[in-house]
């Protein structure tokens, strides 16, 4: 039934503008408001993530948003220098970084590290 149709991944935020700043200028995501909230445009085109407000705004308690990296601990590096803490999961073995890693034996990425937005969304960067 959905197989020729285009879809997107959407999610709310009680501060489109706490969020827009965000993606923007801490992430460098090209973001492009529009009446009904954010779109954040990604490299390659196709279809852009849109993000709504909300009034009645609950964090979820799972990863909204996953960036592919090249090299995990530039890209960690990099968002530290820009004020973004990396997310302490002891039960995914994350180092003092914060990155999960994987040393080939578990199915999975290379490594993987979380962070949070202004809003509490978790994001992830993936080296794969």
């Known amino acids: 039934m959905f197989k020729n149709t285009k879809a997107f991944a959407s999610f709310s935020s009680p501060d489109i503008g706490a969020a827009k700043k965000f993606y923007a200028d801490t992430l460098g995501v090209e973001v492009k408001e529009i009446e009904e909230g954010l779109e954040l445009h990604f490299a390659g085109g196709g279809i852009p993530v849109f993000i709504y407000p909300s009034s009645d705004y609950h964090a979820p308690e799972h990863t909204v948003l996953n960036f592919l990296v090249d090299d995990i601990d530039t890209a960690v590096d990099t968002l530290a220098k820009r004020g973004v803490r990396m997310e302490q999961y002891p039960e995914f073995h994350t180092d003092e970084k914060g990155v999960c890693r994987n040393d080939g034996k578990q199915p ?21």
């Open 108 to 128: 999975g990425p290379k490594a993987i590290a979380w962070f949070k937005d202004p809003a509490d969304h978790i994001l992830a960067i993936i080296q794969e």
